[in-house]
């Protein structure tokens, strides 16, 4: 399919936006079931949770546009996916597989947050208003969130042994 105008390509990238909001929800079940730190556990299950409403919220947007939600396939998605499952298997140790999904964390949310920022700037220059952009913020501010966690557990006094074992000196 070509496209063609602003318009289609925020169709498109909505719809990839899509793609990786749903596949998520299944990563961050796996890593809530994997992490050994409980508090990682819990805050992939809670982002699991919101990333639920986050699809319902693009669904939401999509129907503001007309639209049928399509999911499209994100390459970047799926590379940062590769790479996790790559290093879980070749991993062993509970605490270092936790430092994996704590980068595999951050590096996923940088990437929503640039691609909601690029949707914004779309919808803003589309004039497509409230009814697309607010879900999109929304998400894009629980993606800020997230985000938000994950770097300060990385800094957690929970994770100092953690790192100590991890990086002997």
């Known amino acids: 399919m070509a496209i063609d105008t602003v318009h289609q390509l925020f ?43 986050q699809v319902e919220r693009i669904e939401d947007a999509f129907d503001a546009l007309g639209e049928r939600p399509e999911a499209r396939e994100d390459p970047v998605l799926d590379a940062l996916e590769t790479e996790r499952r790559t290093l879980e298997d070749q991993i062993t140790d509970d605490d270092l597989l936790d430092m994996v999904y704590l980068n595999a964390g951050m590096m996923t949310e940088r990437v929503e947050m640039t691609a909601y920022e690029g949707l914004s700037m779309l919808a803003t220059e589309l004039e497509l208003g409230n009814d697309v952009q607010t879900p999109l913020e929304a998400n894009y501010d629980e993606e800020k969130s997230a985000y938000r966690e994950l770097d300060t557990l990385s800094t957690a006094s929970e994770m100092k042994s953690l790192w100590d074992r991890l990086t002997p000196s």
């Open 11 to 53: 169709v498109h990238k909505l719809g990839q936006q899509y793609y990786v909001e749903r596949e998520l929800i299944d990563t961050l079940d796996e890593m809530a079931l994997n992490a050994s730190n409980d508090r990682m556990s819990r805050g992939f299950a809670d982002h699991r949770d919101e990333t639920r409403t």
